[in-house]
């Protein structure tokens, strides 16, 4: 099971034995601890459950504490398994970085960093009104929305694009290159950029776990 959590760190740039430059992420990882297999004939679906990032017990409630089999772990995720396959891990292993490879694509999951309100212009890339011509205040405007007695009979239609809320979205890259795993250190070199702040928490799983 190719499965681990990490948090967000700095990005920088990697070079290659052959000279290529790649934008990449460091990720902060934790060895996780298998907390609970999750079968079809009880949950109704196939998945393994780790926990990971120990904390202190006072920040951390009883009932986790006890899911955890008395480790004081703060972050919990689960990896679905496919046509209710068989997990090769259990109740109680240590996942950590030994299971991943450099080279190996992987796939990334995180919550996006939040933008708040936006407009149509940033949040769905409209190109606005004309800058000449008597327009005033129209530059950043959405146009027209289909009001009247038009395809929705005077209301606006499922699914226009307006503006509003930005970010704050769980968002998943897949296939991004594994490039330096350090052991010592617990961290994950990735190529690319990943979504989220830093600290954001990060699931990062290999690809045929999908």
Not at 11 to 33: C, K, Q
Not at 45 to 56: H, L, T
């Amino acid at each position: 099971m190719k499965f681990i959590l990490g948090t967000k760190g700095k990005m920088l740039t990697v070079y290659t034995e052959d000279g290529r430059a790649f934008a990449a992420t460091i990720i902060n990882t934790s060895p996780a601890t298998v907390t609970q297999i999750k079968t079809e004939e009880k949950e109704g679906y196939s998945a393994v459950q780790i926990g990971s990032f120990e904390g202190k017990e006072k920040h951390i409630n009883n009932a986790q504490i006890g899911h955890a089999k008395g480790k004081a772990l703060k972050n919990f995720k689960e990896l679905r398994l496919k046509n209710g396959a068989v997990p090769d891990v259990e109740v109680g292993a240590i996942v950590d970085l030994s299971v991943f490879t450099v080279g190996e694509k992987v796939e990334v999951s995180a919550i996006s960093k939040g933008k708040g309100f936006a407009g149509v212009v940033k949040r769905h890339g409209f190109h606005g009104g004309p800058r000449s011509h008597g327009q005033k205040h129209s530059e950043r405007s959405p146009g027209s929305i289909g009001g009247g007695g038009g395809r929705a009979g005077g209301r606006v239609a499922k699914g226009m694009r307006m503006a509003g809320r930005l970010g704050s979205d769980r968002v998943t890259v897949r296939n991004l290159p594994i490039l330096q795993i350090i052991p010592e250190t617990n961290e994950l070199v990735i190529a690319g950029a990943i979504p989220g702040r830093k600290g954001t928490l990060v699931e990062i799983k290999g690809t045929e776990s999908r």
